[in-house]
């Protein structure tokens, strides 16, 4: 049985922590700062709780020190405190940020840390990656490259047609911060809620736009193989005008705090959402110019006799299919490890991985 730290004692936290303690694989600990949260974690014979400040550096050290593994579910601005300790720590690290900055620190701390660093492991960046890599490794030559993801409420009831189903400092990110893509060739930054666009998938109008940090590393693994390559988030039509006039018209970009607090105190949570998948690929094969395309919706669902959110499904899974890889040895035990790296049948096959492989919910009805 490995010994695993994860941080972060939110909805993400707990369900990694709830997935890997009912593996009967580890024995999990789980680290936050947050009483009321620790206190809400499963009692069960693999999970015990830490009250710690990531922000005391020698205490995380000191927690880490002997773990197989530390996991980060915690807010993209404590990313670096906790690959810092994990680097000091010699143990492997593994995290769920979206934040482009922050990765390419990790990448930093890798190149002299002993252990293995493998950032963005949840779904966008994370399983987007490791699709959009499969798909594009069947192709003699690559044109475009297009990456779709979103979690949305299966039955919207607002305005902003959305409710919280994330972290709400990693949305908001993901909204302001600038987008890495690649335009005929060029990796470039382009602004974040801009180029919308509209598709049905199954019947159901969704439009997309820019985001930021969806991509991970695969604008710089695909560098100069590639014309098109680009990440935008789903939702349904409508969001993004009322997000742009908050953020811009209203200047809440420069009031992340006060946009926060709106977003929590005036959005639902919700664990009826849906996550949809969308990934398209062409490019040559045999000098013909064709296209592939994944496409998939993953619902809440009862893991381990608990109602968990898609959201919560798809990032929890994603994070313990990694572990698992890593702790079987089937990826690299030292240095940066990319999601594009990992295999995607290896993946789905994984205990954890196969949760991506749901019935729909017209499926489930049928059998």
Same mark, same amino acid.
């Given at each position: 049985m490995k010994n695993i730290v994860v941080i972060g004692a939110g909805k993400i936290g707990s369900t990694i922590a709830r997935l890997l303690a009912h593996s009967g694989d580890y024995s999990v600990t789980v680290a936050d700062r947050s009483k009321e949260q620790l206190g809400q974690i499963e009692k069960h014979d693999a999970i015990s709780v830490a009250d710690i400040d990531i922000g005391d550096h020698g205490a995380l050290v000191a927690l880490l020190t002997g773990k197989f593994a530390v996991l980060s579910a915690a807010p993209f601005h404590l990313t670096i405190a906790i690959a810092e300790a994990a680097s000091a720590a010699k143990v492997h690290y593994l995290d769920l940020t979206e934040d482009v900055e922050s990765t390419r620190r990790v990448k930093a701390i890798a190149e002299q840390a002993q252990t293995a660093f493998i950032p963005q492991c949840g779904l966008a960046p994370g399983f987007i990656s490791i699709v959009a890599n499969d798909l594009a490794s069947r192709f003699d030559s690559l044109d475009s490259v297009r990456m779709r993801v979103g979690a949305l409420p299966q039955y919207p009831s607002n305005a902003l047609n959305y409710?919280?189903?994330?972290?709400?400092?990693?949305?908001?990110?993901?909204?302001?911060?600038?987008?890495?893509?690649?335009?005929?060739?060029?990796?470039?930054?382009?602004?974040?809620?801009?180029?919308?666009?509209?598709?049905?998938?199954?019947?159901?109008?969704?439009?997309?736009?820019?985001?930021?940090?969806?991509?991970?590393?695969?604008?710089?693994?695909?560098?100069?193989?590639?014309?098109?390559?680009?990440?935008?988030?789903?939702?349904?039509?409508?969001?993004?005008?009322?997000?742009?006039? &908050?953020?811009?018209? &209203?200047?809440?970009?420069?009031?992340?705090?006060?946009?926060?607090?709106?977003?929590?105190?005036?959005?639902?949570?919700?664990?009826?959402?849906?996550?949809?998948?969308?990934?398209?690929?062409?490019?040559?094969?045999?000098?013909?110019?064709?296209?592939?395309?994944?496409?998939?919706?993953?619902?809440?669902?009862?893991?381990?006799?608990?109602?968990?959110?898609?959201?919560?499904?798809?990032?929890?899974?994603?994070?313990?299919?990694?572990?698992?890889?890593?702790?079987?040895?089937?990826?690299?035990?030292?240095?940066?490890?990319?999601?594009?790296?990992?295999?995607?049948?290896?993946?789905?096959?994984?205990?954890?991985?196969?949760?991506?492989?749901?019935?729909?919910?017209?499926?489930?009805?049928?059998?």
């Open positions: 409710n919280l189903t994330w972290s709400t400092d990693g949305v908001i990110n993901e909204y302001i911060e600038p987008c890495e893509a690649i335009v005929e060739g060029q990796l470039i930054e382009v602004p974040a809620l801009e180029e919308r666009e509209e598709f049905s998938l199954d019947g159901v109008t969704y439009e997309a736009f820019n985001t930021s940090g969806g991509l991970g590393t695969l604008c710089e693994t695909l560098k100069g193989k590639v014309r098109t390559l680009n990440y935008r988030t789903i939702r349904y039509p409508g969001h993004a005008a009322i997000m742009k006039a &908050l953020l811009n018209d &209203l200047g809440l970009r420069h009031r992340r705090d006060v946009l926060k607090d709106i977003l929590e105190n005036a959005l639902p949570s919700t664990t009826q959402d849906v996550v949809i998948i969308f990934v398209t690929v062409s490019g040559r094969r045999e000098g013909r110019l064709v296209q592939e395309t994944y496409a998939n919706k993953v619902y809440s669902s009862v893991i381990a006799g608990r109602m968990l959110s898609a959201i919560q499904i798809t990032t929890a899974a994603s994070i313990c299919a990694v572990l698992d890889m890593l702790a079987r040895g089937e990826l690299p035990a030292t240095g940066f490890v990319r999601q594009e790296e990992i295999r995607l049948d290896a993946f789905l096959a994984s205990r954890f991985g196969h949760h991506y492989e749901q019935k729909s919910n017209a499926e489930k009805m049928a059998s």
